[in-house]
């Protein structure tokens, strides 16, 4: 069986078999994410050994869906496999007490396998394909808990807004095949000229969508609306990073203007969304900006021309942010919210939950031997070498600085306070989910030179990069612990608890040429009702028509009728007056006769012998007249 | 015309006349009866009488006298029997009060 086959029906039938048998969706769920995981890894085996994987199934003329193992994809299969498993695991813990286990396993099944086939596709239209459900299945779990009001516009909002960012890979996919004449993502990547300015720029728009780049940061914080485990699922491997994905996988083909941009774009989300994380009153929020910053890092990288930094940035990102999230969500039990007003001291109830998470913390801020530290180096180091350093750098060391400051303050607020114990059920699985990301997320830096190796590809090594971001990292976390966030931020306070939101944020970006393209719509209807309304009076006149002269024309069989019937009555009467009269006035007669005669017939001998005489004789008289006569 | 015709022929009308006379005049069904048979009588002298001066030397055709004869027996022997069942559920044969008998 092939195991690109295996790693994406193995989540995707546990899902359908879930939604078919409604029952054992824990096991069914942990199987399934299992045999996936077991089949990414082989594939992972088999790529770095040299033995290629590839599926070509058919799909439009001439333009065939594939699925390919490159070392690049089989990597983040991987990633994609070992956290969704982890997720499961600690889903299993998470979602204890609720009653919709297979609605949730199912789909979060069904986001694995979705965003396995978006990394492994080998063509765009399957890429697309993937892409789209990928959307839909974060649409469904963001709105999972679809009865709390605040939830259904977070889904809605997360949608819209990578919906109208996909608008540009759909033109930039488009562009790329017509350019490219074949839908192989590898042949287009030798696209040049303008074609791949443009479609590097539609690519950068989708990206920005989804890996919610300023200014479309903000459905990345009301997504925190959604449960943990899908949070955590969200922010590492699947649909926050699909937009990372894309960009290192198509950098070999964006020219340097677009890098430039794309570095640019990356800078100021770093910075901005940096700079939310340390306003935020949201233990969860405050993730999710400093998700969106990291993916600014990775922007950057991609930007200053050294895509595998970023790569090796998201793996590194991948383990922490979801182990960052599966703490969070332990504490999120523990009391019941994520706001951290309540969350003052909720790491010294449980120790352990905390140390990992203040692991993952550490990591993200770069400390050494952590797997944050190397790839941070990576960027810090790719920065430096590119052609725009300064700006760069500064912009890398400033969100180096701001992670610091965040992770720092989260941390202290989580140790800070009185322990509140109060028990949690499904701890045991929600710990071993944890501290398997935990361990992965501090080891990882080991596997960095085995990949620079595959890859064979040296990073820019440069211990003016270690020193920099070590500083930076150490003078951020020192800052976080020991000032209030609300003196760091100074005068930007405000703007950050606005979100940074530029020129109105969502309104302006989203929902304003939502509503033009509404208002388009609705003028364009209002046009062809006008049309159907013209259509309508047209109708009804020659309706009008038809009716009148169908009242002519019932007129006139009235008319017939009538004289009919007046011909009718007609003979009627004259069958009374005539027929039946001569009838009746005859049996009249007779009966008349009848009781004439009747009277002779009186019963008395005399009378009757009388008459008989007198007739007799009369008779008799009769016949001797004419004797006499002669 | 031999002289024996007239005093035969008189006496038949007479007969018949005294007949006509007693079947209009009596109620009783009994003498109404005998007028019947006193005009039967007349007529049958008139045959006779009639029968004898037309053939004198073939007295067959006189034998219809006796056939009448006969009839008029059983005739009398009906108007007998209905007078004699009458009288048994009335008690009288008075004509005059049954004109019921008409049916």
């Known amino acids: 069986m092939n195991l690109i086959a295996a790693t994406i029906l193995a989540p995707l039938a546990a899902a359908l078999l879930i939604l078919l048998l409604r029952r054992i969706p824990l096991a069914l769920a942990l199987s399934g994410a299992t045999v996936g995981l077991l089949a990414s890894l082989g594939l992972l085996a088999d790529t770095v050994a040299g033995v290629s994987n590839e599926i070509q199934l058919p799909g439009l003329p001439e333009l065939p869906l594939s699925l390919v193992a490159t070392p690049l994809t089989a990597l983040l299969s991987g990633l994609v496999a070992v956290i969704g498993g982890l997720v499961v695991v600690y889903a299993i813990g998470y979602m204890k007490r609720d009653d919709e286990k297979v609605r949730f396993f199912a789909t979060m099944l069904l986001f694995v396998a979705a965003m396995q086939t978006l990394v492994l596709a080998g063509d765009w239209i399957l890429l697309l394909a993937a892409w789209e459900l990928i959307g839909l299945a974060s649409y469904l779990l963001i709105g999972f808990w679809y009865r709390r009001p605040e939830v259904k516009s977070a889904a809605t909002r997360a949608f819209l807004y990578t919906r109208s960012a996909d608008l540009g890979l759909y033109v930039a996919v488009f562009i790329l095949i017509a350019d490219a004449g074949s839908s192989n993502i590898t042949t287009t990547l030798n696209t040049g000229g303008g074609a791949a300015t443009a479609a590097g720029l539609l690519l950068l728009v989708a990206a920005m969508g989804k890996s919610a780049q300023t200014p479309l940061h903000d459905w990345l914080q009301r997504a925190m609306a959604g449960p943990t485990p899908v949070s955590a699922l969200l922010h590492s491997a699947t649909l926050v990073a699909a937009g990372a994905i894309l960009l290192i996988r198509t950098a070999p083909m964006l020219p340097d203007e677009v890098l430039l941009v794309i570095g640019i774009v990356g800078g100021i989300t770093t910075l901005v969304t940096g700079l939310i994380a340390l306003g935020e009153r949201d233990l969860k929020r405050t993730l999710a900006a400093s998700t969106s910053s990291q993916y600014g890092l990775m922007l950057v990288a991609v930007g200053a021309g050294v895509p595998l930094a970023a790569l090796l940035h998201l793996l590194a990102h991948a383990f922490i942010k979801s182990s960052l999230f599966l703490g969070a969500g332990v504490f999120q039990h523990s009391r019941d919210s994520t706001a951290f007003s309540e969350l003052h001291g909720a790491g010294r109830d449980r120790p352990w939950i905390f140390f990992g998470f203040a692991l993952a913390a550490l990591a993200l801020t770069g400390i050494p031997p952590l797997s944050g530290f190397f790839s941070k180096d990576a960027i810090i180091a790719a920065a430096l070498a590119s052609s725009y350093a300064p700006l760069f750098t500064s912009l890398v060391l400033a969100s180096t600085l701001l992670t610091g400051a965040y992770m720092a303050r989260s941390l202290r607020i989580l140790w800070q306070g009185n322990t509140r114990h109060h028990n949690i059920a499904g701890l045991t699985w929600m710990g071993a989910g944890l501290a398997g990301l935990v361990i992965l997320a501090a080891i990882l830096g080991a596997a960095f030179p085995a990949i620079e190796t595959i890859f064979s590809d040296p990073l820019p090594g440069n211990n003016v990069a270690v020193m920099l971001g070590l500083v930076a990292a150490g003078v951020g976390l020192t800052l976080g612990w020991f000032v209030p966030a609300q003196r760091l931020l100074g005068p930007l306070r405000p703007w950050s608890q606005r979100g940074f939101a530029i020129a109105g944020g969502f309104n302006t970006w989203v929902v304003r040429p939502a509503l033009a393209i509404a208002r388009g719509c609705e003028r364009l209807e209002r046009a062809l009702y006008d049309e159907v309304l013209a259509l309508r009076q047209l109708g009804l006149n020659v309706a009008r028509g038809c009716e009148r002269l169908e009242r002519a024309l019932y007129d006139g069989a009235l008319a017939l009728g009538r004289l009919g019937l007046s011909l009718g009555q007609a003979v009627r009467l004259g069958d009374e007056r005539g027929i039946d009269g001569l009838i009746f006035s005859l049996v009249r007669g007779m009966i008349h006769l009848g009781s004439r005669a009747r009277r002779l017939q009186s019963g008395l001998i005399h009378r009757e012998l009388a008459i008989t005489v007198v007739v007799t004789a009369l008779i008799f008289a009769t016949l001797l007249i004419p004797l006499l006569a002669f | ?103």
């Open chain 2, 1 to 103: 015309m031999t002289p024996e015709l007239f005093p035969a022929l008189i006496t038949g009308a007479a007969l018949f006349g005294i007949g006509i006379y007693g079947a209009l005049s009596q109620t009783n069904l009994v003498m109404l009866l005998m007028g019947v048979e006193l005009i039967l009588a007349g007529a049958m002298v008139n045959l006779v009488a009639f029968w004898h001066h037309l053939h004198p030397d073939t007295p067959a055709g006189q034998m219809f006298v006796l056939i009448v004869m006969t009839v008029m027996a059983v005739e009398m022997a009906v108007g007998f029997g209905v007078a004699i069942a009458r009288f048994r559920a009335i008690g009288s044969v008075e004509m005059e009060e049954a004109a019921e008998l008409k049916g």
